[in-house]
């Protein structure tokens, strides 16, 4: 049991090394990045449709005169 204990950690230490990335050698972002990148703009292009509604309105409002209509009740 000893033995075995001392080869799984002799294989666990030892492996270490082959999961270590070189960063020269990276393919940049990948198609998932683009994806995840595209969707939070999605998001942001589609927010902003009623915001320009929104704001259009708000300038129609402050450009365009109201008529005063006053209803008396007796």
């Known amino acids: 049991m000893k033995t075995m204990k001392l080869l799984a950690t002799m294989m666990i230490c030892s ?3 082959a999961y ?3 960063s020269a050698q ?3 972002a ?3 990045t683009y994806f995840f990148i595209g969707f939070f703009a999605l998001i942001i292009v589609s927010q902003l449709v009623p915001a320009m509604i929104l704001f259009v309105g708000m ?3 402050l450009f ?3 008529e005063k ?3 008396k009740s007796n």
């Open 26 to 28: 990276s393919e940049g």
């Open 15 to 17: 492996t270490s090394a």
């Open 59 to 61: 300038i129609k409002g």
């Open 69 to 71: 209509t006053s209803t």
């Open 30 to 32: 990948g198609i998932l």
């Open 64 to 66: 365009t005169s109201q």
């Open 20 to 22: 270590a990335a070189n």
